[in-house]
């Protein structure tokens, strides 16, 4: 028996050979290989030749040049969906042009997350956490903002860009601000704005701010692992989710709880967040600023907390009312 495994095994490899340039040139191949084909979820003990492909698409969009046939020889085929196959890189790491997933702070921070690339009156900016590029509302506008963090290893020379806005966090038994009052009036009437036009004590709805860059060409919008976001999305219960962050990398999640009201620690003072999303451990410390994406690359939310065993995350939608951009695509 392990005789004939190893014939069919010297066979299906020298298929792939003879026809492994014809493969690689359809539209859509990105790896050719020798494995088990795939039934369902399950492997069977069929040898095939394992075309690799960014996306699986109906064979009526594809050219009969690259529809890869179901047999190849005497040997079968397989079609699996993979991705771009991309060279993974340290996100804690110089990066240039930087892409979002990469480590970025503050000068007087540790370091949090390039969360994506948005676009404020026609320029663009890099989005993340007030406390990631705000130092928790402890910044001025102009401040340098460094890529990587200063944990790790950002200096001065390392500079990507300056502060250009950030919606305060409005921190427990703090006054509200002067604007807080017509939100309250508009709700007394019956007019509901989507979200605060800024953070009210005990009604946080973001922990958001935009850094300009030095140069538009120091940033790139693909991110690390995931690619380019397609636009804004709305997260829902259960909802799958992905994000690229500065310490754990790509991870994926599940929408595990919406409408949630949560206390956040800032190191000492405490700030209560409404109308939030939760997900479960896909993140870390550092992670802070990382954009939460959909299946299809939707941003649906900004991670800005957690713990051990949660997730925290903005709605979009606030972050991008309260700070007046859209999503870089």
């Known amino acids: 028996m392990d005789a004939m495994r190893s014939e069919a095994l010297a066979a299906a490899r020298q298929v792939k050979r003879e026809n492994v340039v014809t493969l690689m040139k359809m539209a859509n191949v990105v790896a050719t290989g020798v494995g088990y084909k795939i039934s369902g979820d399950a492997q069977t003990g069929d040898l095939a030749v394992v075309v690799s492909v960014r996306k699986k698409l109906p064979l009526a969009q594809l050219a009969e040049s690259d529809i890869v046939p179901k047999t190849i020889g005497s040997v079968k085929?397989?079609?699996?969906?993979?991705?771009?196959?991309v060279a993974f890189?340290?996100?804690k790491?110089?990066?240039?042009?930087?892409?979002?997933?990469?480590?970025?702070?503050?000068?007087?921070?540790?370091?949090?997350?390039?969360?994506?690339?948005?676009?404020?009156?026609?320029?663009?900016?890099?989005?993340?956490n007030n406390h990631v590029l705000a130092n928790s509302n402890?910044?001025?506008?102009?401040?340098?903002?460094?890529?990587p963090g200063p944990a790790d290893?950002?200096?001065s020379v390392d500079q990507i860009g300056t502060l250009a806005e950030f919606i305060p966090i409005a921190f427990d038994g703090t006054p509200p601000p002067p604007g807080g009052c017509l939100t309250q009036l508009l709700s007394a009437i019956g007019l509901k704005p989507r979200a605060p036009m800024q953070n009210e004590p005990g009604n946080?709805?973001?922990?958001?701010?935009?850094?300009?860059?030095?140069?538009?060409?120091?940033?790139?919008?693909?991110?690390?692992?995931?690619?380019?976001?397609v636009g804004a999305g709305t997260a829902t219960l259960g909802m799958a989710v992905q994000k690229s962050g500065r310490t754990t990398g790509l991870t994926n999640g599940t929408i595990l709880q919406i409408d949630v009201t949560v206390t956040v620690n800032y190191?000492?003072?405490?700030?209560?967040?409404?109308?939030?999303?939760?997900?479960?451990?896909?993140?870390?410390?550092?992670?802070?600023?990382?954009a939460v994406l959909d299946m299809s690359k939707r941003v649906v939310g900004l991670l800005f907390a957690g713990s051990p065993t949660t997730t925290i995350i903005n709605p979009i939608q606030f972050v991008l009312d309260m700070l007046g951009v859209t999503i870089v695509t």
């Open 93 to 128: 790491e110089k990066m240039r042009p930087a892409r979002p997933g990469v480590s970025i702070g503050h000068f007087a921070i540790t370091a949090g997350t390039l969360g994506c690339l948005v676009l404020k009156n026609g320029e663009v900016h890099i989005l993340s």
């Open 77 to 85: 085929t397989d079609v699996i969906e993979t991705g771009e196959i």
């Open 204 to 229: 946080n709805k973001v922990d958001c701010a935009l850094a300009r860059p030095t140069t538009p060409d120091l940033v790139n919008p693909n991110i690390l692992n995931i690619g380019v976001p």
């Open 153 to 155: 290893g950002g200096t």
């Open 267 to 290: 190191g000492g003072p405490f700030a209560t967040f409404t109308s939030q999303l939760m997900a479960g451990a896909i993140s870390q410390g550092g992670d802070s600023g990382s």
């Open 89 to 91: 890189q340290d996100p």
């Open 138 to 147: 402890n910044a001025q506008i102009g401040d340098a903002i460094l890529q």
